[in-house]
């Protein structure tokens, strides 16, 4: 399978003209997917910035093979709301949507919403329950549960349609999602390692690039049927061949991807496109997504079975 090669947007993108500018010239680099990182508060400048989900959707209509990967915040959405914002991106990408599950805990954050922070054995119940629900919910609807018969006038099976009836800690889910089953079917799932998620994971997020640390990891996360990716901090590296030159290290350990976090946008984007993806590609470790791929697909990850249809 082909590395994943993903780009960091963290907060870009308050101003729409360049934050479509910037997305398409990453596509067209080559890039496999973009995330894009969240805060309920404002940028230190006091610039509002949009929500990382509506940011997703606003660029998923300008691209074509991109995966979209944003950070939408467990503990300030409600997990209905968030678990149908994403089936919505990945209906409106055709496929394109991950979700990086994201945790803030700090009490300026959740002051948003009007609770407080929780303990760390309380969060990692929320986190790991929000994601129980939200596959429960993707799956909700069963392939075939629209049947469009104009004939009957019937749109569903209502046979193929399922309450979720989930439970969890501090909330509880009945279902079914308002959207049909998207395109991939589930959406990629991305967690950071802290969170100890890997279980439910579609991807986890490492940190720490040891070599030796660093497969070791990659063999815990790959036991759990999920994919390692490495994050890198591109200020922490030198120039383009040292990065390519790490990149394959990482990629002998085991890793299924990287997530670059570049210094400054547009600034770095240049020499990502020019030196860092091509060598890549020279060296066979990487290929860019074809038109028309879903992000499952592009990480080589295949369709789930509908947890209801196998019941």
Do not use: C, K
Not at 68 to 87: A, D
Not at 95 to 106: L, S, Y
Not at 137 to 161: C, F, H, K, P
Not at 198 to 214: E, G, P
Request: proline residues 6%.
């Amino acid at each position: 399978m082909s590395l994943a090669v993903g780009l960091d947007l963290r907060g870009f993108g308050s101003d729409s003209a360049d934050l479509i500018h910037t997305v398409t010239a990453v596509e067209a680099a080559g890039f496999s997917f973009v995330t894009f990182t969240d805060s309920p508060l404002p940028a230190d400048d006091g610039t509002p910035l949009v929500e990382a989900g509506t940011r997703a959707a606003f660029v998923a209509l300008h691209t074509d093979r991109l995966g979209l990967v944003p950070q939408l915040q467990v503990t300030t959405t409600e997990p209905f709301h968030l678990s149908t914002q994403l089936s919505t991106l990945d209906h409106l990408s055709a496929g394109r949507a991950g979700w990086w599950v994201g945790a803030v805990n700090d009490p300026a954050a959740l002051a948003t919403i009007g609770t407080t922070p929780r303990t760390q054995a309380e969060l990692h119940t929320e986190l790991s329950e929000v994601v129980q629900v939200a596959r429960l919910l993707w799956d909700s609807w069963e392939d075939d549960a629209a049947i469009r018969d104009t004939a009957s006038g019937r749109y569903l099976d209502a046979d193929r349609v399922h309450h979720v009836n989930f439970v969890g800690s501090t909330f509880s889910v009945v279902g079914p999602l308002i959207t049909q089953r998207s395109p991939q079917g589930q959406i990629v799932v991305l967690v950071e390692e802290r969170h100890r998620l890997d279980a439910q994971a579609d991807l986890v997020l490492l940190d720490d690039l040891d070599s030796t640390t660093f497969a070791d990891r990659s063999r815990q996360v790959r036991q759990h049927a999920a994919l390692p990716l490495a994050r890198i901090d591109l200020a922490e590296v030198p120039g383009a061949d040292e990065l390519v030159s790490l990149i394959r290290e990482i990629t002998a350990g085991g890793a299924s991807g990287v997530l670059l976090r570049p210094r400054s946008l547009p600034h770095d984007l240049p020499v990502l496109a020019d030196r860092v993806l091509p060598a890549l590609i020279d060296l066979a470790l990487f290929r860019p997504p074809a038109a028309g791929a879903t992000l499952r697909s592009t990480l080589g990850l295949g369709r789930p079975v509908n947890h209801f249809s196998t019941r």
